[in-house]
C-alpha cells in the first residue's frame, strides 16, 4: 500500500466517512470509486480535499510532536476545528490551539488539558470567543430541540454566515443541505448524531472558508 492510499484511508476514519459516502466523495472528486484505481495525482487531489474538509494527518518524521493527550483535549480540539470550520481560525495546527488558551486565559496548557476547572476555564473562552466572532450560540437552543448540541449550533452558525439574512423560522433551504449531506439513515435534522453534524460541519466550512477567502 503506497504512503498516499493509507493517508486517505486514515482520512476517511478521522472524518467520520461510512463506505457509501466514502465512496460516492472518490468518485465526485476524481471519477473514481477505488483509489487503487486512481494515479497518484488523483489521490493526490482526494488528500487536498480531505484536508479542506478538516483531515489533520500527523506530521512525519522522527520528531515529529505528539497528539494532545488529557481527558479535555478532545473537546478543546473540537471547539478549534470549529473555529477553523467557521472562518474564524486561521491555523488549525494543536500548537495554536494551545497558543491560544495560553494567552486568554494565562493557563499553562498541561494543567488545561488535565484539570477540570482549568479545562473548563480554557473550554469557555473558546466558547465566548466563537460566539462573538461567529456567533455561536452555546447554551441556548431557542426552543428548537435540534439545536440542543454544540454540532448543530455550530453548523447553524455557518449557514447564517453564508446565508446572513436567514433565521429559525425561516431557514432558507438549511434543512435539506443538513440531511443531504448527514445521508440516508436520518429522516429529520433532530435525528442527526455528533458523527452527522461532524460531516456537515466540515463541509459547511470548506464553503465558509471559501467565501472568507475570496472576501
Known sequence: MTSSIAAIHVAKKQLGLDDDTYRAKLEKITGKASVKLMTEAERQTVLTVFRNEGFAPAPAGAGKRKSLTGKFAKKLQALW????????????????????????????????????????????????????????????????????????????????????????IVRQGFDQEVMALAGDDVRWIGDLTARHWQLVMNAFGERVRARKGGA
Open 81 to 168: 476545528i470549529a473555529g477553523w470550520n467557521l472562518g474564524v481560525v486561521e491555523n488549525r495546527d494543536d500548537a495554536a490551539l494551545l497558543a491560544f488558551v495560553t494567552r486568554q486565559t494565562g493557563l499553562d496548557h498541561v494543567r488545561f488539558l488535565h484539570h477540570a476547572d482549568d479545562a473548563r476555564s480554557a473550554i469557555e473562552g473558546l466558547k465566548r470567543w466563537l460566539a462573538r466572532e461567529a456567533g455561536v450560540s452555546f447554551g441556548n437552543n431557542n426552543g428548537y430541540d435540534w439545536l440542543s448540541s454544540d454540532g448543530a449550533k455550530i453548523a447553524w452558525a455557518q449557514w447564517r454566515i453564508l446565508y446572513p439574512g436567514c433565521s429559525l
